[in-house]
C-alpha cells in the first residue's frame, strides 16, 4: 500500500520526498508511521521500474532537493493498482482506506462501483473480533463492557459506511446510465 499511497499522491502533484512522506503519514502514520527507511527505497524501486521521474531543484537552503513526478507508466500503473486490488486491500480497513484515497484517479465508473461492491459484500458478512465457536458474537452477547464497547463501535463504523456506499453506489450508476 506504501507504493500505491506513493503513486497516488504523486498523481496529485509533484513533490519532495519530505512532503510525500508527510502526506502518507496523514494518511496511514496513525496506524504505521512511514519511516525514511521503508519509503525512500520504495520510491527507488518505482524510479527504477519507470514509474517515476526525479529531477533536481535548489534547495530553499544549501542542499538541492528532488522532485518526483509519475511517468506516464506511473499514472497506468497507478490506476491498474486501484484496478485490480488484492482481497486484502478491500477487507483491511487501512489498505481500504490507502484504496479509497486515490479511487477517484480510476476514470472507469463501472470499476469503481465493483469495488464498492467488493467492499460492501465484505461488511455483510457476519464477523466480529470474538467468537463463540465458531459463531461471531454481538455486542449485546459480551458482558465485558470494553470488549462490548469495540463491537458496538464497530456496527455503527459499519453501518455508517454501509449508508455511504449505497449512496455513492447508487451516483456511480446513474452516471453510467447517462
Known sequence: M??????????????HGYELRKRIAALTGH?????????????????KAGLLARRTQPGAGAAPRHVLTLTAEGHAELRRRLAHPADTDITDENRWFTLLAFLRHLD????????LERRMAFLRRPSSFFYEGDRPLRAEEVEDPFRRGILTIARATSQAELSWLRRTLDTLRAATDD
Open 2 to 15: 506504501l507504493e500505491l499511497a506513493i503513486l497516488g499522491f504523486l498523481h496529485d502533484a509533484p513533490q
Open 31 to 47: 496506524v504505521k508511521p512511514v519511516a525514511e527507511s521503508t519509503l525512500y527505497p520504495a520510491i527507488k524501486r518505482l524510479e
Open 108 to 115: 472507469d465508473p463501472l470499476a469503481q462501483a465493483e469495488l
